[in-house]
C-alpha cells in the first residue's frame, strides 16, 4: 500500500466518522465542530486530488467563513444538550433506514457501470492548480464570476432586512 | 487511485446528510447536514475532473477538466450566499419561537 493509498483511506473514515458524529451528537456545538472535520478531510481528499485551490477554498469558505457563522449562531441561541429536540424512536428509525435504502439503491446502480474502474489522477495533474483555474474563471466565465457578485450582494442584504427587528 | 472508491465516500456522505435531515428536528443541524450533502457533491466533481485528466481526451483539452472544478468553485460561491441568508431566517424563526424545532413550524398546516 502505497502514501496515497494510506492517506486516502485515513481521510475517508476521518469524513465518514465525523459525519456520522455530525448527526449523532447531542450537542449542538459538538456538531459544528464535528462538521469542521469533516469539512478538513475533505479538503484533505482535494490536496491529494492536487485540487490545490479548491482545497484552500474550501478551508477559507467552509471551514472558516460558513462555520464560524454556524457556531455564532449556535452560541447566540445558547442551544445546548437539554434543550435539543427529539424525534420519536420510530421516525429516527424511518429515517435512517429510508437514508440506508438510498445508498443501497445508489450503490446497487453505479456498481456495473462503465467507468467505475477508471483511475483519477492523484498527487500529479495541472488541472487544478491557481494559475490554470484563475486564467479560465477570468476568460471563459467572467460574465457568471461577475454575476455572483451580484449574488452575494443580494444575499447580504437580504440577511440584513429578514434579521432586522421588527418595529 | 479508482473512482469507485471516490464514488462510494460521496455516496455515503450524501446519504448520512440524508439520514442526518430525516432524524433531528433541530433546524440548524438540518441545515448543516444539506452542506454536508453540498460537500460530497463537490468531492465527486473533483474525483471525476480529475478522472477525466487521465484520459487522452483530457489530456487533449486541459480547460475541459478545469471546468469541473470552475463548477465546485460556483457550488462555493451559492452555498456561501445560502448559508447567510438560511441562518438569518433560522434567527428570526428562534426570536418568534424561542426554539429551533422544526415542528414549531406547521402553522401553515391550518
Known sequence: MSTTEILFWFLSALALGSAIMLITARSPVHSVLALIVTFFAISGHYILLNAQFLAIVNIIVYAGAIMVLFLFVVMLMNLNASAEPKKHRTLQLAGFISGGCLFLVLVAALRNADAVNKTTELVTGQSGLIGNLGRELFKTYVIPFELSSVLFLSAMIGAVVISKKEK | MEIKYYI???????????????????????????????????????????????????????????????????????????????????????????????????????
Do not use: W
Open chain 2, 8 to 110: 462510494g465516500l460521496a455516496l455515503a456522505l450524501f446519504c448520512i446528510g440524508i439520514v442526518g435531515v430525516l432524524t433531528r428536528r433541530n433546524a440548524i443541524i438540518i441545515f448543516m447536514c444539506v452542506e454536508l450533502m453540498l460537500n460530497a457533491v463537490n468531492l465527486l466533481l473533483v474525483a471525476f475532473s480529475k478522472m477525466h485528466a487521465a484520459t487522452p481526451m483530457g489530456k487533449a483539452f486541459p480547460a475541459m477538466v478545469s471546468d469541473a472544478q470552475i463548477f465546485v468553485f460556483f457550488i462555493m460561491v451559492v452555498a456561501a450566499a445560502e448559508v447567510s441568508v438560511g441562518l438569518a431566517i433560522i434567527v428570526m424563526m428562534y426570536r418568534n419561537t424561542h426554539s429551533t424545532d422544526v415542528n414549531f413550524l406547521n402553522r401553515l398546516k391550518n
